[in-house]
């Protein structure tokens, strides 16, 4: 049988078919940030917590869509609890070096609890660098709002947030005065109803409640 040969055009259109569209994310989805310092709130505040608190910070990601590394990872979380040297945010202060102990969801296979490991990694930056242990742990995470989710990584993270409300003025001067630890789009300041971190391998466990320390956002790389 012979062979059909497509015209130039119809080649073009057939090879764009079958691209992805331009400027489309390899993997996107929903963000948590909670720290141990305020990140919303005025110079007052944030001058009596630096050096003092502000070293601690849970960072999550769920996995709407897409893949890392050629593997899939739609519905999935990692979770990267980080010990600071110093305020995370502080421009005074290095907060490095840093340890930082990485939580991958259970329902993942083998293969995806590797790429979900190197996902945190590289969306962490520095800041997850020297990673102390990989825990394999059962991981809900919903986002029920701009500024409501939930987080709960074994025993380990809890993490609940609520948005802001004119109770949570203090001073009058609030303002994002810390940003995001990663790079996030639509990011929204939140209040921490209760965040914990209650694992091994950092040297420290804390508990907090009611503190203008959360960020929720999306990611997209």
């Known amino acids: ?20 569209a331009a400027g489309a994310a390899a993997i996107e989805g929903d963000y948590l940030e909670a720290r141990t310092a305020d990140v919303y709130t005025g110079p007052c505040f944030a001058n009596g917590e630096v050096n003092l608190a502000g070293k601690d910070a849970v960072l999550a990601w769920h996995v ?23 305020t995370l945010g502080d421009p005074d202060a290095n907060p490095l070096p840093a340890r930082a102990l990485v939580i991958v969801d259970a329902r993942a296979t083998a293969a995806q609890r590797e790429a979900l490991a190197a996902l945190a990694r590289d969306l962490g930056g520095d800041l997850i660098r020297d990673v102390v242990r990989i825990d394999v742990e059962s991981i809900d995470a919903s986002f029920d709002g701009p500024a409501i989710a939930t987080l709960r990584a074994g025993d380990a993270v809890e993490v609940r947030t609520r948005a802001l409300a004119h109770c949570d003025l203090h ?7 810390y940003p995001p630890l990663t790079s996030v789009e639509n990011a929204v300041p939140a209040v921490s109803v209760v965040q914990a971190f209650r694992g091994e391998g950092l040297g420290s466990t804390w508990a907090a409640s009611d503190k203008r320390s959360a960020f929720l956002a999306t990611f997209s790389r």
């Open 1 to 20: 049988m012979p062979s059909m040969k497509l015209p130039a055009p119809a080649i073009l259109l057939s090879l764009l078919a079958l691209a992805p």
């Open 171 to 177: 001073c009058g001067n609030e303002e994002v005065f």
């Open 64 to 86: 709407r869509r897409g893949a890392w590394n050629g593997t899939a990872l739609d519905g999935l979380s990692v979770v990267a609890v980080v010990r600071a040297s110093a």
